[in-house]
């Protein structure tokens, strides 16, 4: 059984589990100005050095901790937040596929 749609706060009717476009506008307005506050990858730190690193731990750990796939991101199991000891502690660094680091680690990461 199919839930119903909705109504969004602008009037428009929303299928369920969808956004509505004023809600997609709102969310990307949102994402564009978290963007332009925030510091760019080089100053916070993947600079020439991590990226040797990065290809470096991948070669060694080519899989995906999460589902097997093959790996393309090296990920901060713990969030550095800044934290150069922690950003350089290989042991906080575990190999990722995109698709891992997107959906799964984003989410864990927003969680409370």
């Not at 589990?17 to 993947?46: E, F, H, M």
């Not at 790996?71 to 550095?80: E, G, L, Q, S, W």
């Not at 959906?103 to 969680?111: C, G, I, L």
């Amino acid at each position: 059984m199919s839930r119903p749609p909705r109504a969004c706060a602008c009037g428009r009717i929303v299928p369920h589990g969808q956004l509505c476009v004023c809600q997609i506008a709102s969310k990307r307005a949102r994402g564009r100005r978290y963007d332009a506050k925030r510091p760019t990858a080089a100053q916070r730190g993947y600079n020439q050095e991590w990226r040797k690193a990065r290809i470096e731990f991948l070669r060694l750990f080519p899989c995906c901790a999460m589902c097997g796939a093959p790996a393309t991101v090296v990920d901060h199991i713990k969030p550095h937040r800044g934290d150069e000891r922690l950003f350089w502690d290989r042991s906080n660094w575990q190999a990722l596929c995109e698709g891992c680091h997107n959906r799964h680690k984003q989410r864990q990461e927003a969680a409370p």
